[in-house]
């Protein structure tokens, strides 16, 4: 298994523009790393923790956050990339977690344009609803060539009321089921469950979305 990054190949000015979706997280960045921090990631993703892949496989956490899930992986033998797109956020990261071995990359769906190589685990906690609909079309074409030949990917989505300033589309589980679906991604785990912090009105989906060896990967299937 390869892991490249940002190696010095040009990024095209469009790639380089910042995406709709960080919409409000820069402000925010002391408190929500506060937020982030506070809930452990055995706790924010106990209901997937059996899809984890076998210790030493690479990993990409993308939409990192500030990082909390990414050094969780990384202490558990795993090789991470962790993708943030927001700079306040991943600087909050990289120094609260200056001791994890984790490759930081500041780039974002739907491109990932500076992610290279494949990948046995892909993370997307709470990012998913960030994208629009082209986004998300894009974005899970983009994410069917980053899995490796046996792997998963596992995606939590925030559904409910959007905070302000903040930019989120309503995203069911079943159409990213669907769209999973014409990329050779099956759905294993799908749930629906309250908001840890309490917050009101909000719900979560968590999916868990397996490819198995030798499957078809085309949109056409
Ligand atoms: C609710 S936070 C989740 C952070 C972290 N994954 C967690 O679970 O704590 C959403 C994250 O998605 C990132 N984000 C927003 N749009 C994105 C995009 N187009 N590509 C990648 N990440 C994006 C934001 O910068 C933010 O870090």
């Known amino acids: 298994m390869r892991i490249s990054s940002d190696d010095g190949e040009a990024v095209s000015p469009l790639a380089q ?20 921090e506070g809930v452990p990631f055995d706790v924010v993703h106990h209901a997937v923790l059996r899809w984890l892949p ?20 990384a202490a558990r033998g795993y090789r991470v990339v962790a993708v943030e797109p927001t700079a306040e956020l991943r600087e909050i990261g990289q120094r609260l977690h200056s001791d994890a071995n984790i490759e930081w990359l500041d780039d974002a769906l739907p491109d990932l344009s500076r ?13 998913w609803m960030h994208l629009d ?11 069917s060539r980053l899995l490796a030949s046996e792997t998963q990917v596992i995606m939590s989505l925030r559904h409910g009321p959007v905070p ?10 079943a159409e990213t089921v669907a769209l999973a679906g014409q990329w050779g991604l099956r759905a294993v785990h799908c749930d629906e469950t309250t908001d840890l912090q ?12 397996h490819r198995e060896a030798g499957a078809q ?4 299937l």
């Open 17 to 36: 523009s910042k995406p709709a979706g960080i919409a409000g997280y820069g402000e925010d960045a002391e408190m929500l790393a506060r937020q982030y």
């Open 54 to 73: 076998v210790v030493s496989s690479t990993v990409i956490d993308i939409g990192a956050g500030t990082g909390r899930d990414a050094a969780a992986l």
């Open 115 to 127: 992610v290279r190589g494949t990948f046995d685990l892909i993370l997307l906690s709470a990012v």
């Open 133 to 143: 609909a082209s986004e998300r079309a894009a974005g899970m074409a983009r994410i």
């Open 164 to 173: 302000p300033g903040r930019r989120m589309f309503a995203v069911s589980a």
């Open 198 to 209: 309490g917050r009101a009105g909000v719900r979560w989906s968590t999916l868990v979305l």
């Open 217 to 220: 990967t085309g949109a056409a």
